[in-house]
């Protein structure tokens, strides 16, 4: 049996072969995002997977829609995956918003479906940091979310020569399209021709463009002028303070394809542009309101950074760790008669927060050994009784080949005073 197409396995290291995902790498990035959230102060959530379909056909626009993992359940309920988070987190915070302090300051880790054209840096699932903002219409509300997105990036080993966060403003479009007399009902599909103008044929783009009584050329001239609005030259003022200035330039080729996004928008990217949008967001001021049906009026911005393209571009600069097997002891049973003294040390060691194995099953003394390599243990550990009788454990460390010989009872208390200076490894958090 296949996996579906665009969906993916993430395997433990070593990996045994090229083109496997790593689930160390996952768990590396997901610490890493989880680190960074904590840091700036938010706050983790989480809603369910699937959700009524009519939470995303109304809000998202017509991209996402097309791209609905939908079906109908067995009581005839429509529903469908979630593609993206930000219409869950509307819906959960007009829920209960009175039992918080504003603002809310959430984030999340939300695996996302999207029946897209598998390609570079776009499957049907992925998984996507969303840092969140709700009940701040300030820009400084803005720019603490910039940030957190620089410095996240930067957290990996990115640098202001490896990607770029470009900033625009759907108000400065808004008002580009409304001075040149442009029709309210064509506002959005207007900035659906803005957001693909990179992507698309230059004539495509003026033919598009003039069925709306634009012009290609006035389109290129206020995006190379590129001047910035009164938000953005906040925004990009709190960032120069933080010594972040480098990190943004302002750039209208970015609109965002989404149709909730009122004001403030930006996109990551790699700066030689050989990959996709490593993440994307912006304002959403409406879409508290809209989800609550009015009752609800809330100010919102966030972001999502998925785990594919920067996984791509990581790799790419070579910025990944080594993922090395996160093993403090491996116990060598060489004698089947200790096995119930051991599983005692094991238990004891486990209780005290160590990472532990051992063979299940009667082994060969070298076979163990080798295990133990293998799995990269700090501490190798036996059992056995001196002449008078006496049960003993010998420790040794595997990388500076010393032995230590302690009572069984000692072990515990040994190889905990040694933890801290000698950095073992079976804390997943410090692989
Ligand atoms: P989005 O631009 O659709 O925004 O997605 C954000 C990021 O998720 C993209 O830049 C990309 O890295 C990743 N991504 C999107 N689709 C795929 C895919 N099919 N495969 C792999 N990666 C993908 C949103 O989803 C907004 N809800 C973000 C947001 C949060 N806005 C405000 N708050």
């Known amino acids: ?40 102060g938010f706050h983790e959530y989480d809603g369910p997977p699937l959700e009524p379909l009519e939470l995303f056909t109304t809000k998202s626009g017509e991209e996402i829609v097309g791209q609905l993992y939908h079906f109908t359940d067995k009581s005839e309920r429509q529903v469908s995956l979630r593609p993206e988070m930000t219409p869950t987190l509307a819906r959960m915070i007009a829920a209960c918003e009175r039992g918080y302090k504003k603002p809310f300051k959430w984030f999340a880790l939300p695996q996302l479906f999207r029946y897209e054209r598998q390609q570079k840096g776009r499957l049907r699932e992925h998984f996507q940091f969303n840092a969140d903002i709700v009940g701040e219409k ?23 020569e490896d990607f770029v966060i470009r900033l625009s403003s759907r108000n400065a479009w808004q008002v580009f399209f409304r001075h040149r007399h442009g029709a309210a009902t064509q506002e959005y599909a207007f900035y659906q021709i803005i957001d693909k103008l990179e992507r698309e044929a230059p004539e495509q783009s003026n033919e598009k463009l003039e069925r709306l009584g634009f012009s290609l050329a006035e389109v290129s001239s206020f995006i190379a002028q590129g001047e910035p609005t009164a938000e953005l030259t906040a925004i990009l003022a709190n960032l120069a303070a933080r010594g972040l200035r480098d990190y943004v330039k302002v750039d209208y080729h970015v609109i965002r394809g989404l149709a909730y996004y009122t004001g403030v928008v930006f996109e990551a990217f790699d700066r030689k542009g050989e990959f996709r949008a490593i993440a994307g967001g912006g304002r959403y001021d409406n879409l508290v309101k809209l989800i609550s049906q009015g009752r609800v009026d809330l100010p919102a911005l966030g972001f999502g950074m998925g785990d594919v393209v920067l996984l791509e571009l990581l790799r790419a600069r070579a910025l990944l760790p080594k993922f090395t097997a996160a093993l403090d002891v491996f116990c060598l049973v060489e004698d089947e008669n200790l096995r119930v003294e051991f599983l005692k040390v094991i238990h004891d060691l486990r209780a005290a927060g160590l990472a532990v194995d051992y063979s299940l099953t009667a082994a060969k003394p070298d076979r163990q050994f080798k295990r133990a390599q293998e799995l990269n243990a700090t501490y190798t550990l036996k059992l056995e009784r001196d002449p008078a009788g006496m049960l003993l454990a010998r420790i040794k460390n595997l990388e500076a080949r010393q032995e230590s010989v302690v009572l069984p009872a000692e072990v515990v208390t040994w190889l905990k005073g040694r933890q801290g200076q000698e950095g073992f490894r079976g804390d997943p958090a410090k692989a």
């Open 138 to 160: 300030d820009p400084a509300a803005d720019a603490e979310l910039i940030a957190l997105l620089i410095d996240t990036l930067r957290s990996f080993g990115l640098t202001h």
């Open 1 to 40: 049996m296949e996996r579906l197409p665009g969906f993916r396995d993430f395997y433990p290291e070593p990996l045994p072969q090229p083109g496997l995902w790593s689930a160390n790498a996952r768990q590396y990035i997901f610490n890493t995002w989880r680190s960074l959230a904590r840091r700036y």
